[in-house]
C-alpha cells in the first residue's frame, strides 16, 4: 500500500515539475543583439582564415623544396582557399564595423552616413575580389589577385581606422550627453528636496564642478573630432593618425570617469 | 581450573536457592486456527482513495502554482509609489551610464584591423 501511495505521489510531484519546465519553455527566448552574432561571425571567419593560412604556409614550402606539380598543385588550391577565407574575414570585420556605426548614439548624422558608404564601397570591393579569386585555377592569376588585394589593403586599414575613430569619438559624446541629462535630473531633485542652506551650498558646488568637468570633456571630444575631419577625406586614416585621436581622447574619458563618480556622490 | 575439574558434578545437583517450577503441559491449539483468516483485499476501495488523493494534490499543486502567478501581477501599492519609481528610474539610468562609460575607454579596441597576412604569394616577391 506504502509503495503505491509513494509511487503516487512521485508521478504527482514530477507532473507538477514538468508543468513548470514546459512553461519556462513556453516563454520567447531573449535574441542576442544583432551586433555581437555579427562580431561572433567575424571571430569564426578569423579563426578559419588562420587554419587556411597555416595550410598555406605549409604547400608553399613544400612546393618550394619539390617543385613538382603535384606539390605545385596544391599550393593553387590552398592559395585559393586562404585567399577566400582572407575575403570572407574581411567581409566579416567590415559588416561589423557597418552595423556598429549604424547603432552609434553620439555621431553625428552625416558623419555616420558618410563612414557607412566608405564601409559600403569597402565591401562591394572586397565582393569584387572575391568573384575574381573564385575564378583564379592557376598560379599566375592567383598571385595576381594577391597582389589586387594587397593594392587595396592600406584604403581597407583606412576606412576601419576612420570607423572606429569615429566609433570612439561618438561613444564619449553619449556618455558625456548621458551625464549632462542625469546631472540636470540631480540637480531637479536637490531643489526640490528643499535642503538646508549649508547642504545645498555643498551640493550647488559639486554641481559646478560637474558641469566644469563636462565641458572639459566637451573639449577633449571637439579636439578628436577635429583630427578625424583633418584625416578623413584628404588622407589615408593610419593606425597612427588613430592612435592619436585615442591619445586625445584619454584626457577626456579620465574627465568622464571623474564625472560618474561625481554625480553618484551628488546623487546620495 | 578448579572449578573446572568436575564438570558433570553439577548436574546431579539441585540448586539450593531457585525453586523448583511446576511445569504444566500447555494445551495447544489446532494448527489451523492459529492463522488467521484471510480477508479479501479492497482493491477497489484502496483505488479510489488513492486516486481521489492523488487528484486532490494535484489540483493543489495547480493552484498553488497559479497562485504564485498571481501573486506577481497583484502588487500591494507602496505608500510613496512616486518616488520609488522616480528612485528606480534614476538607479536604471546611472547603470546604463556606467555601462556606457565602460564602453567609451578609447584605449580599449574590441575590432581591430583582421591581422591577416600581405604577403600569401606562391612566388615570393
Partial sequence: MKKRYIIFLIILFYSAGFLRITQAQTEPPIAPPQLEISKQQYIQSLDVYREKEQKFLISREQYNQLQTLASLEEVVRTSKDVQLARMDTLTAYFNTLLLSIQNLKGAEITKKANQGQLLQTALVEIERQRNTILTSNDRVTLDKTSANYDDKQGAFSSIAYSSLALIKISNIQSATDQLGVLTGEVYTSIQESSPSATIFAEKQRGYDELARTIETIKMSTKKATQQYDNISGRDLFTQGAYAQIVETLGTGYAKLKQGESFIQELAQ | MN???????????????????????????????????????????????????????????????????????????????????????????????????????????????????????????
Fill in chain 2, 3 to 125: 572449578d573446572s575439574e568436575n564438570q558433570t558434578q553439577f548436574i546431579e545437583e539441585q540448586p539450593m536457592l531457585q525453586q523448583e517450577k511446576s511445569v504444566t503441559a500447555i494445551p495447544t491449539p489446532p494448527i489451523d486456527s492459529l492463522i488467521p483468516e484471510k480477508k479479501q483485499f479492497p482493491i477497489k476501495k484502496v483505488f479510489v482513495f488513492g486516486g481521489g488523493v492523488c487528484l486532490l494534490l494535484f489540483i493543489l499543486v495547480l493552484m498553488v502554482m497559479g497562485k504564485g502567478k498571481n501573486s506577481l501581477k497583484i502588487t500591494e501599492p507602496s505608500p510613496s509609489p512616486k518616488t520609488t519609481q522616480q528612485l528606480s528610474d534614476f538607479q536604471k539610468s546611472l547603470q546604463l551610464f556606467h555601462t556606457d562609460v565602460e564602453r567609451a575607454d578609447p584605449t580599449v579596441n574590441d575590432l581591430p584591423y583582421p591581422p591577416v597576412n600581405t604577403n600569401l604569394y606562391i612566388i615570393q616577391r
